[in-house]
Nanobody, 121 residues
Framework: QVQLVESGGGLVQAWGSLRLSCVAS????????IGWYRQGPGKERELVALITSGHSTNYGDSVKGRFTISRVNAKSTVYLQMNSLKPEDTGVYYC???????????????WGRGTQVTVSS
């Protein structure tokens, strides 16, 4: 009963910037952790960035210093500002959320369908 809608992907040149957005909707009590993973061509899915309800963050090593994650709790929305993009940033970016479900109080994980980011050299 949770839907994640990603937007903001596209084609950009190296050293350029993009901002991804993910909006969570549906039936849940709260969002504990929300963020992004990505999967590049021929690679496994890897952590990009996560942010908790307390606004603590965790970044993958390859994006530290270049990407910034933020969230607006009232809108159940997370943003990923991607600067100084490199060709190796190319991949499908998936929104990820850990929510506390209504009624059961379970911690459930959900994934978005992904948005393509392509960085040309």
């Amino acid at each position: 009963q949770v839907q994640l809608v990603e937007s903001g992907g596209g084609l950009v040149q190296a050293w350029g910037s993009l901002r991804l957005s993910c909006v969570a909707s549906g039936i849940f009590y709260s969002i504990n952790t929300i963020g992004w993973y990505r999967q590049g061509p021929g690679k496994e899915r890897e952590l990009v960035a996560l942010i908790t309800s307390g606004h603590s963050t965790n970044y993958g090593d390859s994006v530290k210093g270049r990407f910034t994650i933020s969230r607006v709790n009232a809108k159940s929305t997370v943003y990923l500002q991607m600067n100084s993009l490199k060709p190796e940033d190319t991949g499908v970016y998936y929104c990820y959320v850990e929510i506390e479900a209504r009624f059961t109080s379970r911690m459930d994980e959900h994934w978005g369908r992904g948005t393509q980011v392509t960085v040309s050299s």
